[in-house]
């Protein structure tokens, strides 16, 4: 059975409407915000940071890819206010977490690549500080090998038992859905992929991490058989808009990260799925600015445009620079209001199965530009950062600014 269509606030500014900066922090979602806030007790818990921690500094990690020369010169478009750190420097993350609390965000998903690999190493530390400042983890489970399909369940397991039961669920987020028993919840980045692409120069090629839908669905029953014991359930979220191919998988839903899958096309995502006894979650995001490689991988390693699509933009530009702005803050607004009132609306599957899941897309991922994390105020950039023409704005703590606002109209009861 499909669900009707919903109306949605539209967000179009393009015609010289003078926007004013109360226009950025006003919630047009009255409803939705009681209806969540009436469920969901604890509703910081259900807005969750994306976080990475895979950055170093001795030597560089991350901050020197495709060409960049850390310090000055890093693979960001913009400066970071802490300059270019290590994940595990734990100075850096109690400075994360405070951001993250004043902010009114309840829960980070870290990025997780694997039982060997550099963020799992940093995990245990970071629990500590995020339990120091009441907020709680869970994951989100990368590509870190070709095949890491067949070693999701056991993944998951490992997850569970090292980083939940042994440390008797201090601060591993479990999702409350307002009665009931709560339930961990984690998600896989590049789940739903095709067996091949074709390339700018029109070439065939195989994705080496194509992973087939039954392989998948042994993988999520393995997954709830091993979790029956302690849990009734489990949610896994791939991030796919592949209706069919997350059904047959085993998932229970979606969690859409890409931030060129646009608002605008989410009440039809919503209604699709929903209307298939799938969950859906949309991430809060500011649009991508990913960076330029000094070095291609090949001439197919083409950037992808700024979004929201503002025309071409001079980053030397005063002017410009304020044009990408407005768009950044509307697409935080417009995400913001249409994933609220896509989850919390009673006539669709997201509500009437008491879920609702937000990402905040991202805290630091520094190479799209989609970081909520403070950049340095433009002002602020060394003279050996200059040269490298970096899009830091005037005021480089906007985006968790207007954010804290945003949430404080959402998570504090009246």
């Given amino acids: 059975m499909r669900e009707p269509p919903q109306s949605l606030p ?47 500094t001795n030597p560089y990690i991350h901050w020197a890819e495709k060409g960049h020369t850390p310090p000055y010169g890093i693979a960001s478009t913009m400066m970071p206010a802490l300059g270019p750190y290590h994940s595990m420097n734990m100075a850096v993350v109690e400075q994360h977490a405070r951001w993250m609390a004043d902010a009114g965000v309840g829960a980070i998903a870290i990025s997780w690549w694997g039982q060997d690999s550099n963020t799992n190493r940093a995990t245990p530390m970071i629990m500590d500080v995020m339990r120091a400042h009441d907020i709680h983890v869970t994951f989100h489970l990368e590509p870190y090998r070709p095949d890491r399909a067949l070693f999701y369940a056991s993944d998951i397991n490992y997850l569970l038992r090292e980083y939940g039961e042994r440390r008797r669920w201090d601060c591993f987020l479990l999702l409350d859905h307002g009665t009931g028993p709560a339930s961990p919840v984690l998600k896989t980045f590049r789940t739903i992929v095709p067996p091949t692409v074709v390339d700018c120069l029109g070439v065939v ?15 999520t029953d393995a997954v709830r058989e091993n979790v029956r014991p302690v849990f009734d359930r489990i949610l896994l979220l791939a991030d796919s808009l592949d209706l069919g191919r997350t059904a047959a998988g085993g998932f229970d839903g979606i969690a859409i990260y890409d931030s060129f899958v646009r608002p605008t096309t989410w009440p039809k995502t919503a209604t699709d799925f929903g209307g298939n006894n799938l969950l859906y979650s949309f991430a809060v995001n500011c649009g991508f600015d990913g960076y330029l490689p000094v070095t291609p ?26 044009s990408a702005e407005t768009a950044s803050r509307l697409r935080v607004l417009e995400s913001l209001e249409t994933t609220m009132l896509l989850q919390a609306d009673p006539r669709r599957g997201n509500a009437q199965r008491r879920f609702f899941l937000t990402y905040l897309t991202t805290f630091n991922e520094w190479h799209e530009g989609t970081s909520f994390e403070p950049a340095k105020h433009r002002a602020m950039l060394l003279p050996e950062e ?17 954010l804290r606002t945003l949430l404080s109209s959402v998570t504090q009861r009246r």
């Fill in 297 to 322: 991988a090949g001439v197919c390693d083409v950037p992808q445009p700024f979004e929201p699509p503002v025309g071409p933009i001079d980053w030397l530009s005063a002017a410009s620079r304020v």
């Fill in 386 to 402: 200059r040269p490298f023409n970096y899009h830091n704005p005037e005021n480089g703590a906007w985006r968790l600014e207007l």
């Fill in 205 to 219: 090629r195989t994705v080496p991490d194509y992973t087939a839908d039954d392989v998948w669905r042994r993988q």
């Fill in 10 to 56: 539209r967000f179009d500014r393009g015609s010289g409407e003078r926007i004013i900066p109360e226009d950025f922090a006003r919630l047009r979602a009255p409803q939705a915000t009681a209806a969540l806030r009436a469920t969901f007790p604890n509703l910081r818990r259900h807005f969750v940071f994306e976080y990475y921690p895979w950055y170093e």
